[in-house]
């Protein structure tokens, strides 16, 4: 699946010669389209902060209530896969305004939980509308902005993903203290409403309307495949399972993706072009970006819990010792894109993965009474890693792709690093869990689930040491 191409790979630039009023649109449409964006990225670890409180309200476990997150980067890792059909099958305004209305859905639903069931659906009807948001964003920065300004667009759209997700904990934290967790829906709820009005006005058509076949029997299996998979994982750490229930869906959710991948290598038009891997970019990039994405992910899950619930401190508290972190994340990601046009991905990504290790490796050594300015340190030393890969690595991953396969790759990534992600998180905080005593996450977990984290890292650093010639 493909979308309309920007200036830059295309010879034909009518669609430039837009009236003033088009213009002045387009002065708002991308301000506007940026919050949006943002709050969908925003809420994706938002409850990470709440979530002591809401395990207390539901009585469930750790592993249980990590869902709330990981069932929101899965169902955007599914609709991202669909963006680029949608973008050339859907009105550009229809398409944003449903996916606004969708996350305001979600939203209300939230707020009037009245149990966990509720507040998961909710969370998976707020991932269906803001899936769609940021690689929308993307897609039409490429088209409205002019080659020259195009890595300073996507710069601007790397901040909302960076920073709004590491920002989340934080704000949540204080809103949690002062007012509740169902008050972080309350935030969302009336920003969204204000974006989709606001899209009223300003939202227009980008790009030209095509009927490009829609591959659903192929996203039935994508979304199948791993949501089976990762209930499966899931279950492993429940008392009392049953292991043959649990080998079978283990055995089912791996079929499909088998099947999954056969179809997509055979397809003409498939719906991720896996055929890209025999790219060693593609190979390399994605596998690295799952790595830091996991990273980010699992950050933002276990280190509020271990602040809270392992240290005893407030959700406020656990918010300010995200927050240097994630700003720094937001401050360095367009600083790392110029770096890598100086220096290339070879050295940019090493620094990445030291800082991403250093981090990490510290959290193996806190201990219940680690002061949080130190504990903070020590998640901006992760921050300040990842901002060294996210971006960069996203540009290496398909920087050898044909500039008509560009897209495919694009969707491909940013798929594979939130399935991937949310994935690998899932299987963090279920090793942390089991070793940690009562099924109560502890220190005990805590550090594990750190080296854990800390292992890959730190093979991927010698491995990438070993490459003789900067890729790019």
């Known amino acids: 699946m493909s979308f309309s191409l920007p200036a830059r790979w295309s010879s034909s630039t009518a669609w430039r010669g837009a009236d003033s009023m088009s213009e002045r649109r387009d002065r708002w449409m991308i301000p506007v389209l940026m919050v949006g964006a943002f709050l969908g990225s925003l809420s994706q670890n938002m409850l990470t902060s709440a979530l002591p409180v809401i395990l207390a309200e539901f009585q469930i476990s ?16 599914v609709i991202t896969a669909l963006t680029a059909y949608l973008f050339q099958r859907v009105r550009t305004r229809v398409l944003l305004e449903v996916s606004l209305l969708l996350f305001v859905g979600g939203c209300l639903l939230a707020l009037l939980a009245p149990a966990f069931w509720a507040l998961l659906l909710a969370r998976a009807i707020q991932a269906c509308g803001s899936g769609v948001l940021i690689p929308v964003l993307q897609m039409i920065l490429l088209h409205l902005y002019p080659a020259e300004q195009q890595g300073r667009a996507l710069g601007l759209s790397g901040i909302v993903i960076g920073f709004a997700p590491a920002v989340g904990p934080s704000v949540a934290g204080v809103l949690v203290d002062a007012f509740g967790w169902r008050s972080l829906f309350w935030l969302l709820l009336l920003a969204a409403l204000a974006v989709a009005t606001a899209g009223i006005f300003t939202f227009r058509q980008v790009g030209v309307p095509r009927r490009p ?95 809270q619930a392992i240290c005893g401190r407030s959700a406020t508290v656990s918010g300010l010792v995200l927050l240097p972190g994630s700003l720094l994340l ?35 050594a806190v201990s219940a009474g680690t002061a949080p300015a130190l504990a903070a340190l020590i998640y901006a030393a992760r921050s300040a890693g990842l901002a060294f890969l996210l971006m960069p690595l996203t540009a290496y991953a398909v920087s050898t792709l044909p500039l008509d396969e560009a897209s495919q790759g694009m969707a491909i990534l940013n798929s594979l690093r939130q399935i991937g992600g949310s994935l690998c998180s899932t299987l963090l905080v279920l090793a942390a869990t089991a070793v940690s005593a009562g099924g109560t996450l502890d220190l005990t977990g805590f550090r594990a689930a750190a080296l854990l984290t800390a292992a890959p890292v730190l093979l991927s650093l010698l491995l990438w040491l070993r490459r003789r010639t900067s890729p790019i």
């Open 62 to 77: 750790a592993l249980v209530g990590q869902w709330l997150t990981t069932i929101y980067l899965l169902i955007l890792g």
């Open 213 to 307: 076949p829609l591959r659903l029997g192929s996203a039935v299996l994508y979304g199948a495949g791993f949501s089976t998979f990762m209930l499966a994982v899931t279950r492993l750490g429940e008392a009392g399972t049953s292991a043959a229930l649990t080998l079978i869906l283990l055995l089912v959710g791996g079929g499909l993706l088998v099947w999954f991948i056969r179809v997509q290598l055979r397809e003409p038009a498939p719906l991720l072009h896996l055929a890209l891997f025999r790219h060693r970019s593609m190979v390399v990039g994605t596998a690295l970006m799952v790595l830091a994405y996991t990273a980010m992910t699992s950050g933002t899950i276990l280190v509020p819990l271990y602040v």
């Open 330 to 364: 937001a401050a360095l990601s367009p600083v790392t894109g110029r770096l890598t046009d100086r220096f290339g991905i070879q050295r940019v990504a090493a620094v990445g993965l030291v800082l991403l290790l250093a981090g990490t490796g510290g959290f193996a």
